[in-house]
């Protein structure tokens, strides 16, 4: 399995690149795909999925019980990760320098972003000769972009808390000695769409949503290779376990995956989990199968979703950050997030069927809750628990360096987190 996740890792620079391979995973275990524009006939022990704008994808095995008969078994994950976002008008011609402007999209941390070998990926609109417009996924796979720290000669502070101004400082170089002639960045990217569509008549490139990514390759790293460090391991872990888990398991009971797109930046989307997407997937799944009119809500409160995204483990060099009675280590065993103000949607019930699936399995898990005096992030689990009235339990495994441009976490706590998945759908 480590070898085929680091490849996923590093094959999905973007949350439209994660669906895409997911989708090529479930293909390949015979999951069929469905339009939302059409209608859906689904059979008893089948297995369907949905892309919703390239970048969220719910997948599903209808089970041989029925959902009014025992409910669902929800996994969800989100497929989008901070980073910094090419603006529309990007080109900058600087001191002989060619530049990109880019926006922040989430809580990234700044200054790994710093002295990495960049390069760009996303998702491309162009319009062919005949007026079609299509869209593409395109990733230049190298090396194009720097941003270089400033010297510690010209910022002596730089080492005493130096505030990153995110408009002047983040501009990455593409480019030297343009000035005569102005680069136009719609202008490489129509060349890139027209290799990939040499017979469609490729005329404009319309519109694009690109991210720049940190090249160096997922790797096992520590002496005994304990840990695995990869740039997106939030949260493009849980996804990838959600679907490898989805694909393996006997599914009993109707199971379905779910992989939002902006969950980082607040989830409020068609794509988000505050959208509705995964209604709507609930919905017809249920309506293939009971045509009673409160056939959903009594398969809600049937069921229960796994809100599946990484959590903060114990830095040794900073341990004062966490609460001494509620600490996670990497390795540890699987963390279950708990927050008295409903930042995480896990209480005393859905704790309770967690837990009992990892006694179930021997494996150990961590309870993490936030030190008072900080502020608790949350997840699609509390937005997901609001809108569909389904019992709710967030989890993760334990990781360092959550929103930088590379995470750390332990192999150990994946290969756990992959059989309490598969055990949960199962059941």
Not at 383 to 399: F, M, P, R, Y
């Amino acid at each position: 399995m480590n070898e085929e996740l680091l490849q996923f890792l590093q094959q999905s620079p973007t949350p439209f690149h994660a669906v895409s391979n997911m989708v090529r995973l479930l293909e390949q275990a015979g999951f069929h795909r469905l339009d939302e524009i059409s209608h859906w006939e689904l059979k008893k022990n089948g297995s369907y999925f949905v892309v919703r704008n390239d970048s969220a994808l719910a997948a599903f095995n209808v089970g041989n019980v029925l959902p009014l008969n025992g409910g669902l078994r929800l996994f969800g994950a989100h497929t989008d990760s901070p980073s910094l976002k090419v603006k529309p008008n990007p080109e900058i011609n600087n001191h002989g320098y060619v530049q990109l402007g880019v926006e922040v999209y989430g809580s990234a941390l700044l200054k790994p972003w710093f002295d990495r070998d960049l390069s760009i990926a996303g998702r491309v609109d162009f319009q062919t000769k005949s007026g079609e417009i299509n869209s593409t996924l395109i990733d230049f796979g190298k090396p194009i972009a720097f941003i270089p720290s400033l010297a510690i000669h010209l910022d002596r502070q730089a080492n005493d808390g130096h505030k990153i101004n995110s408009q002047k400082e983040l501009r990455p170089i593409l480019l030297q000695g343009r000035n005569e002639e102005k680069f136009r960045l719609d202008e490489l990217l129509l060349n890139l769409v027209r290799k990939q569509y040499e017979n469609e008549g490729v005329e404009q490139v319309l519109s694009h949503e690109l991210l720049l990514y940190d090249t160096q390759p997922a790797q096992l790293v520590g002496l005994e290779e304990q840990f695995i460090a990869s740039a997106r391991l939030d949260n493009l872990l849980s996804c990838y376990l959600g679907c490898k888990a989805l694909m393996t398991s006997g599914s009993k009971h109707a199971s379905v995956l779910v992989c939002n797109d902006h969950e980082e930046v607040g989830s409020v989307s068609a794509s988000g989990a505050q959208g509705p997407f995964l209604r709507s997937v609930l919905q017809r799944l249920i309506r293939g199968f009971h045509q009673e009119e409160d056939a959903f809500q009594r398969v809600a409160r049937q069921s229960i979703f796994l809100s599946v995204d990484n959590a903060h483990g114990v830095h040794p060099n900073f341990s004062e950050k966490h609460d001494d009675q509620h600490y996670a280590l990497l390795n540890g065993g699987p963390v279950i997030k708990i927050n008295a103000n409903q930042r995480y949607a896990s209480n005393s019930q859905s704790i309770a069927l967690f837990k009992s699936l990892c006694n179930k399995l021997s494996i150990p898990y961590q309870s993490f809750v936030m030190r008072n005096d900080m502020a608790c992030g949350s997840t699609i689990g509390p937005i997901t628990a609001a809108e569909l009235g389904i019992t709710t339990v967030d989890v993760g495994i334990a990781s360092f360096g959550m929103h930088s441009i590379r995470e750390l976490a332990g192999i150990k706590d994946i290969k756990s987190m992959l059989e309490i998945a598969m055990l949960f759908f199962d059941q």
